[in-house]
């Protein structure tokens, strides 16, 4: 079994900054991707951005710059810093991992339950 837990997301000012946090546990093998996705009321979740073998990312085109994906001095931790928030970021964020389990030859793809980020004044 693997779990995928978010956290971090807060009520936050326009122009502000928050980080999100997002540990994957259990019978991992390796990861391969753990990204980040959001949704808001009456939309459907779009992606973030995304953090390839713990290298490369890719970016949404509306939060390149804004948004970055790093990892943390957390076993299978990555988090998600927001700068310069707008109000159209407000969305519950979903962390998403793709790996191997213990075995290797079996794959998961895991979300975790969301956090609620509101941007607002």
């Known amino acids: 079994q693997v779990h995928v837990v978010e956290s971090g997301g807060d009520l936050v000012q326009p122009g502000g900054s928050l980080r999100l946090s997002c540990t994957a546990s259990?019978?991992?093998?390796?990861?391969?991707?753990m990204g980040w996705y959001r949704q808001a009321p009456g939309k459907q979740r779009e992606l973030v951005g995304v953090m390839y073998d713990g290298d490369s990312t890719k970016y949404a085109d509306s939060v390149k710059g804004r948004f970055s994906i790093s990892i943390a001095n957390v076993k299978n931790t990555v988090y998600l810093q927001m700068n310069s928030l707008k109000p159209e970021d407000t969305a519950v964020y979903y962390c998403?991992?793709?790996?191997?389990?213990?075995?290797?030859?079996?794959?998961?793809?895991?979300w975790g339950q969301g956090t609620q980020v509101t941007v607002s004044s």
């Open positions: 998403n991992a793709l790996g191997h389990s213990d075995d290797y030859y079996t794959t998961f793809d895991i």
């Open positions: 259990g019978s991992i093998f390796s990861i391969n991707a």
